[in-house]
Antibody
Framework: EVQLVESGGGLVQPGGSLRLSCAAS????????MHWVRQAPGKGLVWVSR????????SYADSVKGRFTISRDNAKNTLYLQMNSLRAEDTAVYYC????????????WGQGTLVTVSS | EIVLTQSPGTLSLSPGERATLSCRAS???????LAWYQQKPGQAPRLLIY???SRATGIPDRFSGSGSGTDFTLTISRLEPEDFAVYYC??????????FGQGTKVEIK
């Protein structure tokens, strides 16, 4: 069974940093591109970042470019999102999602981890 | 960036009724790269439709997708109690950013 389990969320002050993790199991993690998607309270889904299967290529939404870094450790089956210079508008539930190899859509999602940026 | 606009914002219907949700793109989207997701309160999104019209594994056949170019539709033929949720369209074919519509809430009338 495919499982994605996020962790690392919490309360952080503006300007602070946080690293999210997404532990993957039930599939060959190293074969899949992975994504982070966030959802502010009561709002819609917003794509944040993606990484290819071996970690050599990454992309970011303009709103997080230069502040967030996506990475992965295929030996540990884990996806990461390093978030620096956090702002109040980064407050959201952060989901990791797997990109289906054949179709490109997001076929599995984690349960999400809440990041709150507030003083 | 491709902007996706969903309508209506809220759809009030009764169980057994037909739901028709619209997703309009600011520029043409390859049909191969248009998806629909369902999200219930406190849960992660769930993939329903990919490639504009292909049902994901385990999705009941009362859910169907159609459309091409800039206009796409998700239809729920007969609403079941568990179908009341928020639905998002997504385009994922162009270069980043990947974008989502703002969502349509299907609520019980």
């Amino acid at each position: 069974e495919v499982q994605l389990v996020e962790s690392g969320g919490g309360l952080v002050q503006p300007g602070g940093s946080l690293r999210l993790s997404c532990a993957a199991s039930g599939f060959t993690f190293s074969s899949y591109w992975m994504h982070w998607v966030r959802q502010a309270p009561g709002k819609g889904l917003v794509w944040v970042s993606r990484i290819n299967s071996d970690g050599s290529s990454t992309s970011y939404a303009d709103s997080v470019k230069g502040r967030f870094t996506i990475s992965r450790d295929n030996a540990k089956n884990t996806l990461y999102l390093q978030m620096n210079s956090l702002r109040a508008e980064d407050t959201a539930v952060y989901y990791c999602a797997r990109e289906d190899i054949l179709t490109g859509c997001f076929d599995y999602w984690g349960q999400g981890t809440l990041v709150t940026v507030s003083s | 960036e491709i902007v996706l606009t969903q309508s209506p914002g809220t759809l009030s219907l009764s169980p057994g009724e037909r739901a028709t949700l619209s997703c309009r793109a600011s520029q043409s989207v390859s049909s191969s790269y248009l998806a629909w997701y369902q999200q219930k309160p406190g849960q992660a999104p769930r993939l329903l439709i990919y490639g504009a019209s292909s049902r994901a594994t385990g999705i009941p056949d009362r859910f169907s997708g159609s459309g091409s170019g800039t206009d796409f539709t998700l239809t729920i033929s007969r609403l079941e109690p568990e179908d009341f949720a928020v639905y998002y369209c997504q385009q994922y074919g162009s270069s980043p950013p990947i974008t989502f519509g703002q969502g349509t809430k299907v609520e019980i009338k």
